[in-house]
């Protein structure tokens, strides 16, 4: 089994800062893909954010210009940097990391974005 713990979140101003990590323990071979999705109340989640074990990385076009993910393979953490945040940031953020066939994921950290 694969435990993912989400830290960072918070409540931030708007053009404010905040830098999410997620961090994987557990029986981890070896992650095909990492990233972050949201949730907003009354919204579907919607993925934010992906990265590759190659380094290759895709982002939903809302954060485009403002937010970075990265990764750190030998540490098993996925890190998602998010500046210029406004008040539509607002979300529950979930990490995910695919295994084989098998996606885990984490329990979610709430961002809060003020006008």
């Known amino acids: 089994q694969v435990q993912l713990v989400e830290s960072g979140g918070g409540l931030v101003q708007a053009g404010g800062s905040l830098r999410l990590s997620c961090a994987a323990s557990?029986?981890?071979?070896?992650?095909?893909?990492m990233g972050w999705h949201r949730q907003a109340p009354g919204k579907q989640r919607e993925l934010v954010a992906a990265v590759t074990g190659g380094g290759s990385t895709n982002y939903a076009d809302s954060v485009k210009g403002r937010f970075t993910i990265s990764r750190d393979n030998a540490k098993n953490t996925v890190y998602l940097q998010m500046n210029m945040l406004k008040p539509e940031d607002t979300a529950v953020y979930y990490c995910?990391?695919?295994?084989?066939?098998?996606?885990?994921w984490g329990q979610g950290t709430q961002v809060t974005v003020s006008s």
């Open positions: 557990g029986r981890i071979f070896s992650f095909n893909s």
């Open positions: 995910y990391a695919g295994q084989g066939r098998t996606d885990y």
